[in-house]
């Protein structure tokens, strides 16, 4: 097993009906690799900070058995920062803020050990530094990974059609599935996005759960409803990092397997959504996550 | 068994991306009905239509074990007519005509044997007609189902909860048990609405899938995922239809039996969404209702 996750790790200041954050850590990559770390004894960050970014959460990754070579600290670089802010229902949100600073210039240099991962995620970034990612492996992943947003599509779709040969899954929400491939019906679009290259397409939808298609075979997993959802930011991220970080535990990318790594990964997501941003995804203990799948399977399993 | 439905026979006029349907046979009666007959051998609709009603669809209802004596013809009458148009992702509509015509009147006066209904089902009606309805029977059914809608929230609130009062089982959508609690959170909106009365809750999302509550347990059934919705008209009743049906037809009204009523229901509703009208849900073999279990289950079961 060994398992690397490319994506952002960064500042976020989140501003909820219940709250504001302040200037807190995020990133793709942060709430990934957090949620995978309760299955997997080591994961790999590859990505960038600047000399901002504090030495302290470095160290809470090494404590988690995140290893961070892979994060390059650009000396007198800031760190990348998102600030936005959530509506009352929680579903949709408005960009305040977006300092892209050191991530405009990230063009990563994979150490050795990270190019023989049989797990790769790579996160939402430019479609041009996930081919580049890809291009220096040793050798072809298990399984990769990819994440991806309408924004990609609007500006660099021919290079994402790149990228999109070259996955094995993609992980998208339902209006970027319809924009992807032109098609409402969920269903033709997972088949024409299987014509792409992907194996596999994850559908994320929020609070209405998600979808996991094959080519001849589609499951579903709820979303746990839930009293409160305190902050939606990293929900998808931590989805994903529990999905492969699952996949990665086990080494068995049947469908079988998948489903249920769908079902570990939204279990991820709806601790990440308690709290503010890595609060809760940083802190799950073994017991709770058990119980959790406990209520997934009370919530959606019946005997026909 | 007996079941008693009380709802609408109606004439619709829908347009949809797919084409015009022209007038035709439509209301919550007659699609919750039809739904239901798959499962019981004798269901009896209460409602009222005019003299325009076609005696051959009467007579349609009749050769599936549907007894119409329920159902008041009024001399020299209309029926009501309902016209809508679907956008072109079939979730929003806008109603571009509405007759209530003999509806306006509608004062229901039961035949004796429907005054003994173990199961009876609501359908979505003034308040008022619901009530007259309950008050009618001579003893209180097994189980009472209610189907209610935004605009009685708006118009009749307090008649409303009256009814709320005396029922088992509420179906509404996300948004309308949103506006019924006034909680975002629907576990929330759950626990409030249950104060009112209800002992279960189901909120039907629509492509989304259906949530049914209790006050201590939550199921989650998906909708299945289709290649083409063609007509999304009927679809909420025919759920409603096939969930009490398929209890009629049981006589177990458990929760784990809720469950199993909830998954044929969004079974009925997705064999309703495939064609104009009726015509889909008026023509179900039962091979073809075993395969879409069968789909169901595939969809959604998990073996952790």
């Known amino acids: 097993m060994s398992l690397v996750i490319v994506g952002t790790v960064a500042f976020d200041e989140l501003i909820t009906p219940f709250g504001k954050s302040g200037k807190i850590v995020g990133g793709s990559a942060t709430y990934a690799s957090l949620s995978a770390s309760n299955f997997v004894g080591e994961t790999k960050i590859v990505s960038i900070v600047g000399e901002d970014f504090p030495e302290e959460q470095l160290q809470k990754f090494k404590e988690k058995g995140i290893k961070t070579e892979g994060i390059e600290i650009v000396k007198e670089g800031k760190t990348f920062f998102w600030k936005g802010e959530y509506h009352n229902d929680m579903n949709s949100r408005d960009t305040l803020d977006t300092q892209l600073n050191v991530l405009a210039d990230f063009n990563p240099a994979l150490p050795e050990d990270c190019k023989e991962a049989e797990f790769l995620m790579l996160g939402n970034l430019t479609p041009a530094v996930q081919m580049s990612v890809l291009k220096q492996m040793n050798k072809r992943p298990k399984l ?52 792409m290259g992907p194996k596999y397409l994850i559908i994320k939808k929020g609070e209405h759960g998600a979808l996991l298609f094959s080519k001849d075979e589609v499951f579903f997993a709820p979303a746990l409803p ?25 080494r068995d990318i049947s469908f079988d397997n998948m489903k249920r790594a769908v079902i570990n990964g939204s279990a991820m997501a709806s601790f990440c959504v308690e709290k503010f941003g890595i609060q809760r995804i940083e802190g799950i203990q073994d017991a709770e996550l058990k119980e959790r799948l406990r209520q997934f399977i009370s919530l959606s399993q019946f005997d026909m």
Do not use: C, H
Not at 232 to 250: E, Q, R, V
């Open 226 to 250: 839930l009293e409160e959802v305190f902050d939606p930011t990293g929900a998808g991220d931590s989805f994903a990092g529990g999905f492969i970080g699952y996949l990665a535990k086990t």
């Open 144 to 195: 990769v990974i990819l994440d991806t947003m309408n924004f990609w599509m609007d500006i660099a779709m021919a290079e994402l059609k790149e990228v999109l040969k070259e996955i094995d899954v993609l992980t998208i929400n339902d209006e970027e599935a319809r924009q992807l491939s032109g098609e409402y019906s969920l269903v033709k679009a997972a088949a024409k996005i299987f014509e």
